[in-house]
T-cell receptor
Framework: RKEVEQDPGPFNVPEGATVAFNCTYS??????FFWYRQDCRKEPKLLMS???SGNEDGRFTAQLNRASQYISLLIRDSKLSDSATYLC?????????????FGQGTTLQVKP | DGGITQSPKYLFRKEGQNVTLSCEQN?????MYWYRQDPGQGLRLIYY???????QKGDIAEGYSVSREKKESFPLTVTSAQKNPTAFYLC?????????????FGPGTRLTVL
């Protein structure tokens, strides 16, 4: 089993649609959670951190379910510019190593 | 402007050659990381350093070497012992040392072995 699993997609949606990505992780000791965005042939960039209570940033909402070891990202009112690969990222464990585990990413294609 | 720079952007290497990828940051970050990304795969950790003059192997360190003589710099050498070096190499940094915190990435170096 992969440490961080994502549905690779691609998700093809029309502009204005709402789309949700899911991610599961295997290490119950993980403490930090993130969503990164990666454009084609570019470096990953932080989209948002994920907090236990859930958090929202504009059209983006992230949720964490520690009991199920499940993270989600919801994008509302999709824009063409949202087309990218979204990486689910989880810390290695409770130790303070600074090490992260990256999922393989979910590709989103927003169409006019 | 603060940030992370990597050079070169593209690098071509003949089999049997060692090459060194540059990574410099002016964010005053303590920790620095090297990752490798292959098509359709997640990032895999090669080496990381939490403080100057100290570094640790990541998950796929074989065939690679690093140094951390200055806080700002964390060069990666891809040696001839690395069997499949063609990949996208990403350097990242974070603060503070010893904590899991947000990592910021440089623009990457695409290495192709001819």
């Amino acid at each position: 089993r992969k440490e961080v699993e994502q549905d690779p997609g691609p998700f093809n949606v029309p502009e204005g649609a709402t789309v949700a990505f899911n991610c599961t992780y295997s290490n119950s000791a993980s403490q930090s959670f993130f969503w990164y965005r990666q454009d084609c042939r570019k470096e990953p960039k932080l989209l948002m951190s994920v907090y236990s209570s859930g958090n929202e940033d504009g059209r983006f909402t992230a949720q964490l379910n520690r009991a199920s070891q499940y993270i989600s990202l919801l994008i509302r009112d999709s824009k063409l510019s949202d087309s990218a690969t979204y990486l689910c990222v989880v810390s290695r464990g409770s130790g303070n190593t600074g090490k992260l585990i990256f999922g393989q990413g979910t590709t989103l294609q927003v169409k006019p | 402007d603060g940030g992370i720079t990597q050079s070169p952007k593209y690098l071509f290497r003949k089999e049997g050659q060692n090459v060194t990828l540059s990574c410099e940051q002016n964010l005053n970050h303590d920790a620095m990381y090297w990752y490798r990304q292959d098509p359709g795969q997640g990032l895999r950790l090669i080496y990381y350093s939490q403080i100057v003059n100290d570094f640790q192997k990541g998950d796929i360190a074989e065939g690679y070497s690093v140094s951390r003589e200055k806080k700002e710099s964390f060069p990666l050498t891809v040696t001839s012992a690395q069997k499949n070096p063609t990949a996208f190499y990403l350097c990242a940094s974070s603060i503070p040392a010893g904590r899991t915190d947000t990592q910021y990435f440089g623009p990457g170096t695409r290495l192709t072995v001819l």
